[in-house]
Nanobody, 123 residues
């Protein structure tokens, strides 16, 4: 079974910073893409940032470009999201995901999700 555990959320003032972490554990062969989504009030869940495994590819939503940075440590099965210059509209629940390959089928990647971590930015 695959488990994802996020940490690092909290309450900060506008302009502050947080770093989110997500650790993937379980019986997995490898992890392909990893990344972060968020659920903000009044909106559907939206993609924040993604990271490829070995080619260094990263993608960011327009609303976080220049402020957030995604990174990963493949040896630790961990993905990070450094969030700077936070705004009140960044408030929401942040979910990490990992596309994992398991021994039962090494040719198919499956998306696994964490429980989410709350980020609250006050003005």
């Amino acid at each position: 079974q695959v488990q994802l555990v996020e940490s690092g959320g909290g309450l900060v003032q506008a302009g502050g910073s947080l770093r989110l972490s997500c650790v993937v554990s379980g019986n997995i062969i490898s992890i392909d893409a990893m990344g972060w989504y968020r659920q903000t009030p009044g909106k559907e869940r939206e993609l924040v940032a993604t990271s490829g495994r070995s080619d260094g590819t990263t993608n960011y939503a327009d609303f976080v470009k220049g402020r957030f940075t995604i990174s990963r440590d493949n040896a630790k099965n961990t993905v990070y999201l450094q969030m700077n210059s936070l705004k009140p509209e960044d408030t929401g629940v942040y979910f990490c995901y990992a596309n994992v390959r398991r021994p039962s089928n090494i040719f198919q990647a499956y998306s696994s999700w964490g429980q989410g971590t709350q980020v609250t930015v006050s003005s």
